[in-house]
C-alpha cells in the first residue's frame, strides 16, 4: 500500500444506525458528560461523547479512597456516583446537543424494570446518538450477581433495553472481560437485540495499603483500566470479532496513541474510546483523532473503515 | 475538506480566556528548601488567571510514562510573562515516585502543566481581622493570598506550624507578608513546641480575627475549624483529598459535604474545592459515606 497525506483520510464511521464524523469517542466514566474537557478541547470534534453511567436515582457512590495508581493504569472504585437520570436529562444532555456533540448515554440499572425505564427515557429524547448499557452492575434481583458475568442475565438487560428503545437509536452493550467466554456473553447480548457491542470494562483488581497492611480501596475491590489492560482488550476485540463477524464493535481499553486506536481497528472494533488516559492528558481523545489520521495514512488506507477486521485477513501467499 | 475533519465553531472556555490551560511547561529552576524541593516552571498563560487557592496537575514523566495520574500542588507563586514566559511555582514534598520525579527534575526538562484548577479562597469585601495557617508545605499557598488580603486592607496574621524546623515552610517570608507571624514545631526546634491550634484562641482574640483561613493536612483543618468556629470566625480551608484527574471527570476525589439546604452530598474537591469554608465539610465522616448522604437510600437532612 502507498502513504497518502492525512487529510486525505476518510474517518467517517457507521455504527449500527449511528453515523459519526470519526471513531474516536471518550469512555464512559472518564470524561464526566463533556463539560470539564470542553475546557481543553471542542467536544463536538469528537466522534461521540459517551456519558458517565447514569442510574435512575441520584448515587453517592463508594468511600474513599476511591483510587489508586498501578503500573501503567489504576484501580477505580467509584461506585457509580451520579445526579440519576432526571437532573441529567435536564443539565447535563442538554448542554451536550447544545455544543454539537453526538451524545452516546450509558445506562446502569439494578434490576430490569431500572433498565427498561432508563432506555426509555433516554431513547425517547431527540439527539441521542445511541445507547451504551453498562451491565457490569449487581442484579438486587438476583443476590446482587453482576449481570455482566452470565450470559443469560446479561441478555436479559440487554433484552429490556432493546424493547423500550425507539427504533433508529442503537443499543450497544459494553461487556466485561471477566468472565470464561466473552464470547459466549456476546453472542447472548446479540440474540438479544443489541446492535453492537463495546468491549472492554474494568478488569476487577486489588491493591493493599503497606502502611495499614489492608485494602487501600474504600470498596475493597475496583476497576484496572488504563494502558497495562490494552493486550486484554484487543484479545477481546479480535475473539469477538472472530466469532460474530460483522458485529459493530467499539473498543476500549487502555487507548493512549492514535497507534493504539489502530491497533483496536485491525483487531475489527469499528470504533475506539479513550478512558482513563484523558486522566494523564485530558486532550487525549482530539490528539487520538490526529494521530490515527497519520497513522492510516502511513500505511496506505483512505478509509478508516478500511482498516477495521484487517488483522484478520490472512496474510497474501498464506494458506 | 476531507470528510470526517471536523471544524471547530465554537470557542473552549480555554480560548475564552477562562478555566484551566494545558501547557507543555519548562522548568528553571529546582531550590531546595529545608526538606523540600521549591519548583520554578515556565508555564505561559497561567499566572494571569491564578488565584491563591488554586492548585496546578503535573504530569510524572513523559507520555510514554507508566505514572499516568497528574499530582496536584498548590500555586505558592506566579509570574505573568514579561521578559521570559510566565512562571508557576510550587512547594514539593518528595515523598512517592511522583514526587520525587519532580523533584528530580533540572532546568529546561519538560512537565506538563494543567491549570490554574479548583475554587480559590473567597475574599473577604470588607477590611476585616484575618488570621492563615498553614501546617508544613501548607503555608504555600497563603503568602499570595496574605499580599491580596493586605491590598484589600485587611490583616494578616500568620500562623505557621510543622513536625521540624526543615518542614516548616517560608517562615522568613512570612515576615515580610504577614502582620504578624506565630511558628510552631512539634519538636519545639524552633518557634513555640506545639501545633497551631496551640497559640491559635489566644490570636484569635487579641486581634479580634474575622475569618480564619488554613492550608495542611485534613487532621490540622478540622481542629482549626474547629477553633475559628467556638471563636465565631468564618473558616476557609484548602482540603487535600486523593486525585485521579483534577479536572472534575472521575469523581475518586469527593468528601462529604454540607449545602446551603442542610444536605450531605459527596462532592468534588477538584472543583468545587480545594477550598471550603471549614464548617461545611463533614470532617468526621471523611472516609465514609455518611447515612443520609445525598444519594444513599433516602436523602436526609443533617441531624
Ligand atoms: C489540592 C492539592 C494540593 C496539594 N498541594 C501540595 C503541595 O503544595 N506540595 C506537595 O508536596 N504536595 C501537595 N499535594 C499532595 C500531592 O499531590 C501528593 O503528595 C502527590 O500526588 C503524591 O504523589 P507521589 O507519586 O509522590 O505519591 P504516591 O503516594 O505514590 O501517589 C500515588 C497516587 O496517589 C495520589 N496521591 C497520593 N497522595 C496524595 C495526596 N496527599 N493528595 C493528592 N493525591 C495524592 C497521587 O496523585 C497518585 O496518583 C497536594 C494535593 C492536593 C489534592
Ligand atoms: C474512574 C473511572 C470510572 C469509570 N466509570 C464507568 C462507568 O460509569 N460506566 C462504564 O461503563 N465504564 C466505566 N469505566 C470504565 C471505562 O469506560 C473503560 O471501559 C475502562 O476504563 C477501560 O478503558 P481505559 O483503559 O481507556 O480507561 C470507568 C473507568 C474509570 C477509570
Ligand atoms: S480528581 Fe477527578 S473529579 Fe476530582
Known amino acids: 500500500m502507498t502513504a497518502l497525506t492525512p487529510a486525505d483520510v476518510d474517518l467517517t464511521t457507521v455504527l449500527a444506525d449511528a453515523h459519526l464524523d470519526n471513531p474516536v469517542m471518550t469512555a464512559s466514566g472518564c470524561a464526566a458528560a463533556g463539560q470539564e474537557l470542553h475546557q481543553f478541547f471542542d467536544v463536538s470534534e469528537l466522534g461521540a461523547v459517551v456519558t458517565k453511567s447514569v442510574m435512575r436515582d441520584p448515587r453517592s457512590g463508594r468511600p474513599t479512597p476511591r483510587m489508586a495508581e498501578t503500573p501503567s493504569g489504576m484501580l477505580n472504585s467509584i461506585g457509580l456516583q451520579g445526579p440519576g437520570i432526571t437532573a441529567f436529562l435536564a443539565r447535563d444532555l442538554p448542554w451536550l446537543l447544545q455544543h454539537d456533540a453526538r451524545p452516546i448515554v450509558s445506562i446502569a440499572g439494578s434490576s430490569l424494570g431500572e433498565y427498561a425505564e432508563l432506555a426509555r427515557r433516554v431513547g425517547n429524547t431527540p439527539g441521542v446518538a445511541a445507547l451504551e448499557v453498562n451491565i457490569s452492575c449487581p442484579n438486587v434481583e438476583n443476590r446482587g450477581s453482576v449481570f455482566a458475568c452470565d450470559p443469560f442475565q446479561a441478555a436479559r438487560a440487554v433484552a429490556a433495553v432493546r424493547r423500550d428503545t425507539p427504533r433508529g437509536v442503537p443499543v450497544f452493550a459494553k461487556l466485561s472481560p471477566d468472565v470464561t467466554s466473552i464470547v459466549e456473553v456476546a453472542e447472548a447480548v446479540m440474540e438479544a437485540g443489541a446492535d453492537g457491542l463495546v468491549l472492554i470494562n474494568t478488569l476487577l483488581g486489588m491493591h493493599i495499603d503497606l502502611t495499614t497492611l489492608r485494602p487501600l480501596l474504600g470498596g475493597g475491590t475496583g476497576g484496572l483500566s488504563g494502558p497495562a489492560i490494552r493486550p486484554v482488550a484487543v484479545r477481546a476485540v479480535w475473539q469477538v470479532a472472530a466469532a460474530l463477524p460483522g458485529v459493530p464493535i467499539i473498543g476500549v481499553g487502555g487507548i493512549r496513541t492514535g497507534a493504539d486506536a489502530l491497533e483496536f481497528l485491525l483487531a475489527g472494533a469499528s470504533a475506539v474510546q479513550v478512558g482513563t488516559v484523558i486522566f494523564n492528558d485530558p486532550s487525549a481523545p482530539r490528539r487520538v483523532i490526529a494521530e490515527l489520521r497519520a497513522d492510516l495514512a502511513v500505511r496506505g488506507f483512505a478509509k478508516a473503515s478500511d482498516a477495521v477486521g484487517f488483522a484478520h485477513r490472512s496474510t497474501p501467499g498464506s494458506t | ?303
Open chain 2, 1 to 303: 475538506m476531507t470528510p470526517g475533519t471536523a471544524v471547530s465553531r465554537r470557542r473552549t472556555t480555554a480560548q475564552a480566556g477562562r478555566g484551566p490551560l494545558q501547557v507543555d511547561g519548562e522548568v528553571f529552576s529546582v531550590k531546595r528548601v529545608g526538606d523540600y524541593f521549591h519548583l520554578t516552571i515556565v508555564a505561559d498563560g497561567i499566572a494571569e488567571r491564578t488565584r491563591p487557592g488554586n492548585f496546578v496537575a503535573l504530569s510524572v514523566g513523559d507520555d510514554t510514562s507508566a505514572n499516568l495520574l497528574r499530582r496536584a500542588f498548590s500555586i505558592y507563586r506566579v509570574k505573568p510573562a514579561g521578559i521570559y514566559g510566565g512562571t508557576v511555582e510550587i512547594i514539593v514534598a518528595a515523598h512517592g515516585p511522583g514526587t520525587s520525579w519532580l523533584a528530580s527534575r533540572h532546568r529546561h526538562d519538560r512537565v506538563n502543566v494543567v491549570g490554574p484548577l479548583g475554587r480559590p479562597f473567597a475574599l473577604p469585601k470588607q477590611p476585616v481581622a484575618c488570621a492563615l495557617v498553614g501546617g508544613g508545605y501548607g503555608s504555600a499557598p497563603l503568602f499570595g493570598l496574605a499580599e491580596k488580603l493586605r491590598e484589600r486592607s485587611c490583616t494578616a496574621h500568620m500562623v505557621l506550624g510543622a513536625s521540624t524546623e526543615a518542614r516548616l515552610f517560608g517562615a522568613l517570608e512570612a515576615k515580610r507578608a504577614a502582620s504578624s507571624v506565630t511558628v510552631t514545631t512539634v519538636d519545639g526546634s524552633v518557634g513555640i513546641k506545639g501545633v497551631v491550634t496551640d497559640p491559635l484562641p489566644t490570636l484569635l482574640a487579641r486581634h479580634d480575627i474575622d475569618v480564619v483561613y488554613s492550608c495542611g493536612p485534613m487532621g490540622m483543618l478540622r481542629a482549626v475549624t474547629s477553633v475559628a468556629t467556638q471563636h465565631g470566625a468564618w473558616s476557609q480551608t484548602a482540603v487535600e483529598e486523593a486525585m485521579a484527574c483534577g479536572v472534575g471527570v472521575c469523581m475518586t476525589c469527593v468528601l462529604p459535604v454540607v449545602g446551603d439546604d442542610n444536605i450531605t452530598r459527596m462532592v468534588r474537591s477538584c472543583v468545587e474545592g480545594p477550598v471550603f469554608a471549614g464548617d461545611k465539610v463533614r470532617w468526621d465522616a471523611i472516609g465514609t459515606v455518611p447515612a443520609g448522604t445525598y444519594g444513599t437510600s433516602v436523602p436526609s437532612r443533617r441531624p
